[in-house]
């Protein structure tokens, strides 16, 4: 069984070599120890969600933190493109659903999207305190899935905006999922590097206007089949696809 993983601050592992002590206080400590039973000894692993990892062996628990001696410090990449996705706001936390399955399947990067049709609005300080929300979303599904890269949440994007068709513009690979598509996304041939975005609609799909902004911009409209997926599968599912071509074809490196 895989030792149990826990979250350093972002950089944490940048100079760290084997020998080195490294330490967990706060809420990680308190998981580690009180929920999972950590014990002096024991094998753990620590990643600080850049892709370095740690395993190291738990020295000494006190009241206020847990020590750990480093044995090796590990690289986990993976060969092939990076994921992007695009995935627009929805009702009913069904976006929350989205990012969380995405960041399990191995979303590099998400970037919520304020489209013509979505119910929810983003605006003021509710758009910071909803950035905030998936960013957190984000980071447990990292953890949870044992996951050393934790995946950046962008700054939300609109239609309105020339931004939405730059990310297609800029991507090497850029997918939209509709229903009304053609090309079936298992037909698609991956570039060896770069980034695919893939961009998801609300609830209420995507609009006409949207559709021919990305088409313009260089992105290909494709399907997942026969039936019409909600909001919070449709990426996860796509990203599940794609990666069969490369990713996955790749044995763990922890």
Known sequence: MTAAMYRLPTGSLTHTA??????LTGDEKHHAVTVKRTTEGENILLADGSGLVAHAEVTTITEAELSARVTTITNDSYPGPRFILVQALAKG????????????????????WQSRRAIVQWKGPRAEKALRKWQSQVEAAAKQSRRPHTPTVQPHVSSTSNHLGDIARHADLALVLHEDATTPITTISLPSSGNIALFVGPEGGISPEEIDMLTDAGATPVHM?????????????AIAALSCQQRWNTPPTM
């Open 18 to 23: 084997p020998g080195d002590t490294l330490t």
């Open 225 to 237: 089949g026969r039936y019409v997926l909600r909001a919070s599968s449709a990426g996860p599912a």
């Open 93 to 112: 936390d069904r976006d929350l659903q989205a990012i969380e399955a995405a960041t399990e399947l191995g979303v590099d990067e998400i970037i919520p």
